[in-house]
């Protein structure tokens, strides 16, 4: 974590003291954003642990998105979230490309460029969403 007496460096062609935690966070920013538009977000250390649990919880439920397939158009058209029992105590991520017709009321999630995220609660029946627009296979 020190840096006041270190060398000059360049990093991403801007010169500096920089200590060699910050080079690498540069550096692995940089690339990063180079290859997508993803955001990137920085989570609390709480918030960090409760999704690692939310995930155990969610690999736990057995849960299936199963795509609605028209045959004739030779293209997805939706898709349906399912699970043991088609119950799950925490909320299954459905991502999606573009919109669903209708999200039936659970939480969506859209940050910056990357895909909608409808995040479907499992309380007895599965639940199927209709994409807005249809995606060839």
Known sequence: MRQTDTEVTTVNG?????????????????EVTRVVTWPIISLKQDDAA???????????CGYVLTYTLNPTSQTITGVTVTATDNTCDVPIPVTVPGKVVDSKGFP???????????????????VEFVLGTSIGW
């Open 50 to 60: 409760r999704t690692f649990k939310n995930r155990m919880a969610r690999d736990k």
């Open 108 to 126: 969506t999630e859209q940050v910056g460029n990357d895909p909608l995220t409808v995040w479907v609660t499992l309380s007895g029946s599965p």
């Open 14 to 30: 801007v010169q500096g003291q920089y200590s060699l935690l910050q080079i690498w966070v540069e550096t692995v920013v940089a």
